[in-house]
């Protein structure tokens, strides 16, 4: 089951990723990366709640990973508080975008090394 969230995930990221892409090369498609990094948020919230309940399966390697996706939620709101006193469009961006979509692929990539160890003690 981890396997399919997993896998759904990173089709989101993949996705995502396409969308903010088209939407700097086309305008049609203006302000669809940003609802996709919307979504991809809350999914990526609930799936690393979810992970949590495997805690006590998780590896020293494991638990460090995700720490560190923890850790990166407050940094991106100190970000956000602080892109308030800079209000250039590079920032903005910086924020809105780059960051969110940096915590998301690291996220992608810690999850699926977590559900390998967690896969690897179930058998």
Same mark, same amino acid.
């Given at each position: 089951m981890l396997r399919i969230f997993n896998i759904t995930n990173m089709? #989101?990221?993949? /996705?995502?990723? /396409? @969308?903010?892409?088209?939407?700097?090369?086309?305008k049609e498609?203006?302000?669809?990366?940003?609802?996709?990094? #919307? #979504? @991809?948020?809350?999914?990526?919230l609930l799936f690393a709640l979810a992970l949590l309940g495997y805690y006590k399966r998780f590896n020293k390697s494991s638990t460090r990973l995700m720490k560190y996706y923890w850790l990166s939620i407050p940094v991106f709101i100190l970000m956000l508080f602080l892109s308030q006193v800079n209000n250039s469009k590079l920032?903005?961006?910086?924020?809105? =975008?780059?960051?969110?979509? @940096? =915590?998301?692929?690291?996220?992608?990539?810690?999850?699926?090394?977590?559900?390998?160890?967690?896969?690897?003690?179930l058998s």
């Open positions: 089709i #989101f990221v993949a /996705v995502t990723i /396409v @969308l903010h892409l088209l939407n700097y090369t086309l498609y203006e302000g669809f990366g940003i609802c996709a990094q #919307f #979504f @991809l948020g809350i999914y990526q920032s903005i961006a910086i924020v809105f =975008i780059v960051i969110p979509m @940096l =915590i998301a692929c690291y996220q992608a990539y810690a999850f699926d090394k977590i559900i390998e160890d967690i896969n690897t003690t």
